[in-house]
């Protein structure tokens, strides 16, 4: 069993929505899942979170106000909804868990990546 799988990649249209889910096998109740992006020859870069417990999020900058985060703790999954997408942001999406705040070098599992294209 592995412990996050991602779901809901795919292509869309430059301002286009989509959905991203990623379930989770176990997690502690004080612990965080989110996301991170990256793109080729960059580092991964922090997109949000979400407290399991609380369901408190957090979101970067410069996705505010067009990423939110939630989770069904019933589906052990969390969600990511991406609105108006843009195709300059980096394109692969790695779901992420660990105690927060999340950070790179202190994330206890990393979902396989999925892939987010977006057209001009």
């Known amino acids: 069993q592995v412990q996050l799988v991602e779901s809901g990649g795919g292509s869309v249209q430059a301002g286009g929505s989509l959905t991203l889910s990623c379930a989770v096998r176990?997690?502690?109740?004080?612990?965080?899942m989110g996301w991170f992006r990256q793109a080729p020859g960059k580092e991964r870069e922090f997109v949000g979170s979400?407290?399991?417990?609380?369901?408190?999020?957090s979101i970067a900058d410069d996705v505010k106000g067009r990423f939110t985060i939630s989770r069904v703790i019933t589906k052990s999954t969390a969600y990511i909804q991406m609105n108006s997408l843009k195709p300059e942001e980096p394109d692969v999406y790695y779901c992420?868990?660990?105690?927060?705040?999340?950070?790179?070098?202190?994330?206890?599992?990393w979902g396989q990546g999925t892939q987010v294209t977006v057209s001009s």
């Open positions: 176990s997690i502690l109740r004080t612990q965080a």
């Open positions: 979400i407290s399991w417990s609380s369901g408190d999020s």
């Open positions: 992420a868990q660990a105690f927060p705040p999340l950070r790179l070098g202190r994330i206890d599992y």
